[in-house]
């Protein structure tokens, strides 16, 4: 017999199906950890590590601070996917999640929480200090208690209290450092706080009808287009002056100036041109700025604090 009618007789795609299940069974598991978000924020608890001191970040504080960090920080994604299983089953761009199509139980994902969290916090809590350790436990209880349970389902305002959470990477990543919190480490915290209403708001607006349908207070349910679009705009632009912060005080240097302009020049002009020419595309690219602007700041203060050219 050919070789070929051998493979088409059985054994080898059996396997192949096999590992292939085996794959999307942990894809589940794995896309439940929102990891493109997680790794943004893990950029900025680097950023946050590396500015903390002058010299280099000590091996142990780096990885088992990241881990520990990333480790939470997925936990608080998975809780968000079981708590809002529900909403996500009305939203086009949430329908098809692992917890709503029952791929994963909630008992199941429930467990998977629970265990990266507990390892998350046991590193941290033996390799790091016991307030790195507090602090993101505090984010994951902001994010997937405060925000996913109460806030998101009560107030347009609740992208805006519940970004603290999000915005503390930064702050994680100085106090698994130097053990402390200091006035630098809070302007970082400041600058991804002051950034979240006009990344989310933007996706908001693209996607109203589906919040409208799942009946979440986002703003432009509550108060229309128009003002989540000026919103989106007065946001960007108190951002731009808090993004001067670290030159002002002497924090950042001529690379971090001239970078930080060039990519606040930009968010200005999405956030104009959402407010003053949008067409079908305008909001979904403003999002999508939002993302890449935040990722190129962190990099470009990383440059910044390791080649501090002055004028
Ligand atoms: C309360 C605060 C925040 C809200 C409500 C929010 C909301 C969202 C939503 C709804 C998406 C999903 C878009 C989609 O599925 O197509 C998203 C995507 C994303 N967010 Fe945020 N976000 C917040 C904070 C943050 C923070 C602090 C970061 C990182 C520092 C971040 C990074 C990202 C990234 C990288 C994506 C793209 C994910 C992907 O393509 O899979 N977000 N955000
Ligand atoms: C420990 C630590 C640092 C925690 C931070 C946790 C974290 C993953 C923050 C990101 C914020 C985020 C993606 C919000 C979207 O939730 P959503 O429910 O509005 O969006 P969805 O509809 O896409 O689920």
């Not at 507990?118 to 602090?135: C, D, H, K, Q, S």
Request: glycine share 6%; hydrophobic share 55%.
């Amino acid at each position: 017999m050919a070789k070929s009618q051998l493979i088409g007789a059985g054994v080898p795609p059996a396997k192949t199906t096999r590992l292939s299940s085996w794959r999307t069974h942990w894809g589940y598991y794995y896309e439940m950890t929102k990891p493109r978000v997680v790794m943004l924020l893990l950029l900025t608890a680097l950023v946050g590590m590396c500015l903390a001191t002058p010299g280099w970040v000590p091996a142990d504080k780096l990885i088992a601070g990241l881990l520990g960090i990333g480790l939470l920080a997925s936990a608080a994604a998975v809780l968000n996917h079981i708590v809002d299983h529900k909403i996500d089953s009305q939203m086009a761009r949430t329908f098809n999640r692992p917890v709503v199509k029952g791929k994963v139980s909630i008992p199941q994902a429930l467990v998977f929480s629970f265990v990266l969290a507990v390892v998350g916090y046991a590193l941290l809590e033996i390799w790091v200090n016991r307030l790195t350790a507090f602090l993101t436990l505090a984010s994951l209880v902001g994010y997937a208690v405060i925000y996913t349970m109460f806030l998101k389902r009560a107030t347009p305002q609740n992208i805006v209290i519940g970004g603290l959470a999000g915005a503390a990477p930064p702050l994680l990543g100085w106090t698994a450092v130097t053990g402390e919190v200091h006035a630098h480490a809070l302007l970082l915290v400041l600058i991804v706080f002051t950034w979240t209403p006009p990344h989310f708001w933007a996706l908001a607006i693209h996607r109203e009808k589906d919040y409208a349908k799942a009946k979440v207070p986002m703003l432009p349910v509550t108060h229309g287009i128009a003002f989540t679009k000026t919103c989106v705009l007065l946001y960007t632009i108190l951002l731009c002056l808090v993004c001067l912060l670290p030159y002002l005080i002497g924090k950042a240097h001529l690379i971090y100036l001239l970078g930080s302009s060039v990519l606040n020049a930009g968010f200005l002009y999405y956030a104009l041109k959402l407010k003053y020419a949008a067409d079908e595309q305008t909001a979904m690219t403003t999002f999508k700025y939002s993302i890449l602007h935040l990722m190129v700041l962190f990099v470009v203060l990383l440059v910044d604090h390791y080649v501090p050219l002055a004028l």
